[in-house]
């Protein structure tokens, strides 16, 4: 049977169907060409092996200077099926000049890979860190997660309860989060297009929605979105919020106007964005670099 989707939810979660003819490429040329100059430019490891089982590695670009660094993890997004971390550390001389320390992982695509399977990965890939991580420069102690649009969903999965204990971890891992433009209701994903490639029926899309699972105990969270974004992704951004103020879970909004689901992340890229602030903030409780 052929799977027919929503149209009304199709335009909700289709953001680069949203922008002008050219917009959704020349943001995907940039991710890499940018990506492509920090590798020329800076110290970096590349393709360090997180995950035997797997084969998944991660990419480091350390911040100068001595001691161990703390460790920005971000997850590429892409709707699972596209992307990697060698167009996803764009971000780095910023971070760098914080004193911040990235980390970006690669995870297998769909739809040869289940979601459960990219969860685990990207659950992997924290687990190597904070047991490997000292041997690269990073403290565990300070791991921090985000990742943008299903880059965001997999965060809240790092985020979410249930999976430290078995793995031998504290529940304290990750000490803060920033999703950006996530995912963490998979409802509506069921009844879009993407779910020709995802192939999720209601009990898996509840058992990987984030805001079904929240941890026990909080990190010190920013969500953030564009203001530009299709409604599909204010509404997420806001379910994760209220999910996790109920809890009396402190949260901090962060609505980036004139901004599209694409652009917002390349705010990471300029020093004194909104963007940048909030992460700095975030690692260091302080606007300042330390």
Known sequence: MSFTSDPEVDKAYAPSRSLP????????????????EVYRTLPHERDVIYDAASGQ??????????????AFVFIHGGYWRMLSKNE???MAPTLNARGITLVAPDYSLAPATSLEEIV??????????YRHGAEHGIDPERLYVGGHSAGGHLTGAVVAGGWR?????????????MPVSGLFDLE????????????????????????HHLPPAPCRMVVAWGGDETRGFHDQAQLWLDAWRLRRYPATELKVP???????VLDWCDPGSAMTEALAELVFDARSPR
Request: zero cysteines; charged letters at 20%.
């Open 165 to 177: 204990e078995p793995l031998g971890l504290p529940e304290n891992v990750i000490k803060g989060a």
């Open 120 to 129: 685990r990965q990207v659950r992997a890939a924290i687990a190597w860190l």
């Open 258 to 264: 004139a901004r599209h689901h694409f652009d917002i």
């Open 188 to 211: 509506p994903i069921t009844r879009s297009f993407v779910n020709e490639w995802m192939g999720l029926d209601a009990a898996r899309a509840a058992a990987l929605s984030p805001v």
């Open 21 to 36: 003819e050219g917009v959704f490429q020349a943001n995907m040329d940039l991710y890499r060409d940018r990506s492509l």
């Open 57 to 70: 590695g991660l990419d480091i670009v350390p911040a100068p200077g001595p001691g161990l660094k703390p």
């Open 88 to 90: 996803s550390v764009y």
